[in-house]
């Protein structure tokens, strides 16, 4: 009856198509007069392909390797991914325009591909659980985590080179990090970084079977083993190997080599953290000690955390 309703509800809204390049084919998007609406939430084109609303989301979390994992994921020829993070479960104005808008972001993929976007911030928004599992309750969910410490740097490290960029004025670490001698608790990135908080929201939702989290640590050292794990979650043919991977010692990290094509990611990614003195350093590792254990306990598994 859902499907239904949501077919009757798309054919209504006949909202325009936004194309997105399908991951294996960068040619020019196919023209929006030549869609049509199906009743089963798709948008389709004669050419075969269609836009379809993701079996596969990756919700998180901020500066843990979001962009990383989506960029390595399309490697694999089942996965197109939409290009933008799209912000549709956490952005009210976003999610007002319903699931026809949200649909018109998606990528094209032919019959037997799987959709997949990928929005860090929806791990920490407390509403976007429950969205998504009114959307499909039986979605995979790729969660892709780092030490917390390393994450709440890297964290500063974007807010600050943006501000730079822009000739706005910036906090040394230590003043965002620390007020009247401790941690301050205000610091938005600190809360991002207590992963045991968010994921118990989402194991309201969600059985721990449908979310899948990627060690962002061992992503960056060796990605290879990873993207083989999550292959086995999503239930796909083994396609990413080895070779695609390749050390640039110039960046620093792992690039992607891809039909012969290498390519890295943006110079955005893999900055220097600032330096940070060593008392300021131990007050996070005790500080995420005890959440990170917990977090341990929720889901089964250990990281190699500080």
């Known amino acids: 009856m859902a ?30 007069t030549s869609s049509s609406t199906t009743d089963n939430g798709t948008t389709g084109h004669p050419s075969g392909t269609f836009q379809q609303l993701p079996q596969i989301i990756i919700i998180g979390v901020r500066k843990g390797g979001t962009r ?20 549709f479960f956490d952005w009210e104005s976003h999610f007002q325009k319903g699931l026809p808008w949200y649909l018109s972001q998606m990528p094209y993929a032919f019959p037997d591909q799987l959709t997949v976007e990928k929005t ?23 969660l892709i985590l780092r030490d917390p410490t390393e994450r709440v740097l890297s964290d500063y490290t974007q807010v600050f080179y943006n501000r730079l960029q822009k000739h706005k004025h910036y906090q040394p670490i230590e003043s965002v990090l620390v007020k ?54 999503l239930k796909l043919q083994p396609q990413i190997s080895a070779s695609n991977f390749y050390f640039n010692k110039t960046k620093g990290f792992y690039c ?38 917990k977090f341990f306990e929720l889901v089964g598994r250990t990281f190699n955390w500080k």
């Not at 239904?4 to 998007?29: H, I, K, N, W």
């Not at 600032?274 to 500080?287: D, G, T």
Request: net charge neutral; with cysteine.
């Open 256 to 293: 992607l080599r891809d039909h012969g094509r290498e390519r890295c990611l943006h110079d955005s990614k893999g900055r220097a953290h600032p330096q940070v003195a060593p008392a300021i350093l131990q007050k996070l590792y005790q500080f995420f000690h005890e959440p990170n254990k």
């Open 68 to 87: 990383a994992l989506i960029e390595m994921l399309s490697l694999h020829s089942a996965v197109v991914a939409a290009q933008n993070e799209v912000h």
């Open 120 to 142: 860090p911030a929806y791990f920490t928004s407390s509403k976007v659980p429950e969205r998504i599992h009114h959307m499909n309750p039986d979605i995979k969910l790729l």
């Open 180 to 233: 009247d001698g401790e941690l301050n608790l205000g610091y938005k990135a600190l809360n991002r970084s207590l992963y045991y908080i968010h994921m118990q929201n989402w194991l309201k939702y969600f059985p721990l079977e449908s979310i899948h989290v990627v060690d962002g640590d061992e992503l960056i050292r060796d990605p290879f083993p990873e993207m083989r794990k999550v292959e086995r979650f």
């Open 3 to 32: 499907a239904v309703l949501l077919g009757l509800l798309l054919f209504a809204m006949q909202t325009p198509s936004v194309p997105s390049r399908p991951v294996a084919d960068e040619g020019p998007p196919l023209p929006p």
